[in-house]
């Protein structure tokens, strides 16, 4: 039995992660900015100067940073705000969650930390101009990480393509959308919640020991390869 924290675990694809990683018998602490705090979740915003973090008192074997945002706008639409604002939930969010937990994740020994990214980062797409630069910051960020925690701490990043989640339900809420986004896919289809929390859950575990500072594309092909 293991000990995990989920920073934005209340919907979507922490969500799907929380239940894989209760129903495998390990304590799963979860985060959100509201809802009923429990002693398993807990009320976090780490948009805020000065977060409080939930004090576990208890070496964490894995961290997954799960905030995220959907912010697709033309160049010309997009203000240094915007900017600032991505930046400041994918990556200045993670900093102050991992200046939080950082001895409890050294006190397991081998521990596993988890980021989410986008296959926008690798894959140059019209309108993703803000949210490929933070995530992109978070690719880089995650691979410096790996190289000054080995080996007691692993970091790997998951990027997907659009996912059928709460945060994504604006851009799948007609069937002509869902039919076009599937289309865009080799796989042709919509990836699920659940798809994606199979490869976290994956980089969570022992599984998984001999890898980190590594991306992985949770995305259907369309980072990989070309369908005709």
Request: hydrophobic share 40%; aromatic share 6%; charged share 20%.
């Amino acid at each position: 039995m293991k000990t995990y924290l989920l920073i934005g675990g209340k919907s979507g694809i922490g969500a799907a992660l929380a239940e894989q990683l209760k129903s495998q018998g390990h304590i799963v602490h979860t985060t959100s900015r509201e809802g009923a705090e429990t002693s398993t979740h807990h009320l976090l915003d780490v948009l805020d100067d000065d977060p409080t973090f939930p004090e576990l008192n208890s070496p964490i074997d894995g961290l997954v940073y799960c905030p995220g945002s959907i912010n697709l706008k033309p160049i010309k639409s997009l203000k240094p705000k915007h900017f600032r604002e991505d930046f400041e939930l994918n990556v200045i969010g993670f900093i102050k969650t991992l200046h939080a937990y950082r001895e409890a994740l050294i006190e397991a020994k081998s521990a596993s930390v988890v980021l989410f990214s986008t296959v926008a980062v690798q894959t140059g797409m019209s309108y993703h101009a803000s949210v490929a630069a933070s995530k992109g910051a978070i690719e880089g960020l995650a691979r410096s990480l790996a190289a000054e925690f080995a080996p007691k701490i692993r970091v790997n990043v998951v990027a997907p393509s659009l996912t059928d989640t709460p945060l994504a339900k604006r851009l799948l809420r007609t069937d002509a959308q869902r039919e076009a986004s599937a289309e865009r896919h080799p796989l042709k289809q919509i990836g699920e919640a659940k798809n994606v929390a199979d490869a976290a859950a994956f980089l969570l575990s022992d599984q998984s020991l001999w890898m980190t500072g590594q991306v992985i594309g949770v995305d259907g092909g369309m980072s990989a390869i070309k369908s005709i």
